[in-house]
């Protein structure tokens, strides 16, 4: 079963950066999309960005031209570089792909536990 593991979540001030990296545990030979949600306290879970097998990326109105998501291929890792942080961009942080192990069968998302980011004034 493939797992996904958040890191890079931190506290930082408004208008500092950080990057949050997602490390796809088991080889998956067919990927489709990769994505990173948040969810802030009392509110419902948001896509902040995804980017699909051809490179199309997406961006959610509320951060683009701040933040940037990549994928490393080789090592089955995703990011998301994220600059100039605002207050309201404090949230639990998810990755999620949607993967197969095996080119047979559809892509199902699979999440990861989140990270915490918190941005203060």
């Known amino acids: 079963q493939v797992q996904l593991v958040e890191s890079g979540g931190d506290s930082v001030q408004a208008g500092g950066s950080l990057k949050l990296s997602c490390a796809v545990s088991l080889y998956t030979p067919k990927t489709c999309a990769m994505a990173w949600y948040r969810q802030a306290p009392e509110k419902e879970r948001e896509l902040v960005s995804s980017?699909?097998?051809?490179?199309?990326?997406f961006y959610t109105d509320s951060v683009k031209g701040r933040f940037t998501i990549s994928r490393d291929y080789l090592k089955n890792t995703l990011f998301l570089r994220m600059d100039n942080l605002k207050t309201e961009d404090t949230a639990v942080y998810y990755c999620?792909?949607?993967?197969?192990?095996?080119?047979?069968?559809?892509?199902?998302?699979?999440w990861g536990q989140g990270t915490q980011v918190t941005v203060s004034s």
């Open positions: 980017i699909g097998n051809n490179g199309v990326t």
């Open positions: 999620a792909a949607n993967a197969a192990t095996t080119p047979s069968l559809p892509c199902r998302w699979t």
